[in-house]
């Protein structure tokens, strides 16, 4: 999965997901949600609900820009998403009727991102689980449509940048320098990039934002790949190029004094 690629010992990456989107089980209610969670060994004791996500797919066609209408919320219908945390609350499985999602998640620094193919595997599992459980309950068959897969990083301000004029330097692959004379002083950045993977297989969206919350001035950094499931690319082969473009990407975009040893140690070959 990751021979040839981009290797970061220490990247700052502070949470990834890894999700499948599927057709909406037309049976599927919120009484699942928890009877689902049941399932589940005593390694996953937290649960809290969330906002449903919508059901959106990525289009590679003229009409990815006409917006959708008005969409008949029916009662029956489940309202919530299910959030399923472990023990040591970092990691967590996200569910609803369309949807299954697995985080890792960073926890306060005492744990470091253990790898794709760990977290992958770990993912494996849960998708399985989920399948045995919508078998079990007749309320199938499962046809996915979308992989997903999100890291999100936070660069905060310290040796990499000290001030606001230094994040075009190390997004370097993202913003140009920014030349600022006698009118003004460059202070911060934000934005969204979209790019089509080759030949149409999916869509790399990257977003940043320099922010400045009470405990830590930083940049957020988040990079996500998503593309359809179909003849060409089915749920394996899709969360393994999301996964690759991810990497690469990054390697692309951040400036090479940040990959050093004393940073983000890459050790790749170049």
């Known amino acids: 999965m990751t021979k040839g690629l981009p290797k970061f010992n220490k990247p700052p990456v502070v949470e990834t ?4 989107q599927f057709q909406p089980l037309a049976g599927f209610r919120n009484a ?5 969670w049941k399932t589940l060994d005593a390694n996953w004791p937290h649960v809290s609900d969330a906002s449903l996500l ?5 289009l590679f066609s003229d009409d990815r820009w006409v917006p959708g209408g008005p ?3 029916l009662t029956q219908t489940p309202t919530s998403r299910l959030w399923i945390r472990n023990q040591n609350k970092d990691r967590m499985i996200q569910v609803q009727r369309d949807r299954l999602c697995y985080n890792w998640l960073a926890n306060k620094g005492k744990n470091q991102y253990p790898s794709y193919a760990e977290v992958r595997q770990e993912f494996d599992k849960a998708w399985d689980s989920f399948l045995r459980f919508i078998e079990q309950e007749n309320l199938g068959p499962v046809q996915p449509d979308q992989w997903e897969v999100t890291y999100v990083n936070h660069i905060p301000r310290g040796k990499l940048w000290q001030a606001p004029e230094d994040i075009p330097r190390l997004l370097e692959g993202l913003l140009a320098q920014k030349k600022c004379g006698v009118w003004g002083t460059f202070e911060s ?9 080759a030949d149409n297989r999916g869509r790399l969206h990257i977003e940043f934002q320099h922010t400045r919350p009470e405990t830590e001035e930083q940049i957020v950094l988040k990079l996500t790949a998503r593309g359809p499931i179909d003849d060409r690319t089915d749920t394996d082969a899709g969360l393994n190029l999301g996964h690759e473009t991810i990497v690469k ?3 692309d975009i951040t400036a090479e004094y940040a990959h050093g040893s004393e940073f983000w140690d890459r050790t790749d070959d170049r």
Do not use: P
């Open 17 to 20: 997901v890894l999700g499948v």
């Open 32 to 36: 699942h949600l928890g009877a689902f």
């Open 54 to 58: 919508g059901h959106d797919r990525e």
């Open 71 to 73: 969409i008949l919320q």
């Open 189 to 197: 950045a934000g934005g969204a990039s979209t790019f089509v993977i």
């Open 249 to 251: 990407a990054f390697a």
